[in-house]
């Protein structure tokens, strides 16, 4: 009857293959710190390319936002509803919001 192995509970032809991945793991470790501080300045470019895009992109949902509240806003009142000053300035302020969210983050990191 064959002894089992209770020390080392993983196959040992698993084992050997951890051992092998984590003797390679500090040389891949030392590599990549060498170019950290350029991955970092590049990712900072890619950053600051896509920040006027994202910009514009809020711009444009704020625009999507302000016409479908207006829309709202205009069916409450023929309707007759009395909470529709309450929706206005609901959509109102959530349009607002979104400008001046882009606005101000743009001025502030200064891009």
Do not use: H
């Not at 891949?28 to 350029?38: F, H, I, T, W």
């Not at 444009?60 to 309707?79: M, S």
Request: aromatic share 10%; with cysteine.
């Amino acid at each position: 009857m064959k002894k089992k192995n209770t020390y080392f509970p993983i196959a040992p032809a698993a084992l050997r293959l951890a051992i092998c991945c984590l003797a390679l793991l500090p040389g891949q470790v030392l590599a990549q710190a060498a170019d950290g501080n350029a991955g970092i300045q590049e990712a900072t470019n890619m950053v600051s390319s896509y920040f006027d895009t994202g910009t514009s992109l809020m711009y444009a949902i704020g625009a999507v936002v302000g016409l479908v509240g207006a829309v709202k806003v205009y069916q409450k009142w023929n309707g007759g509803e009395p909470d529709t000053g309450k929706v206005a300035a609901a959509w109102f302020g959530s349009c607002i919001f979104l400008v001046v969210v882009a606005t101000v983050l743009k001025s502030f990191f200064g891009i």
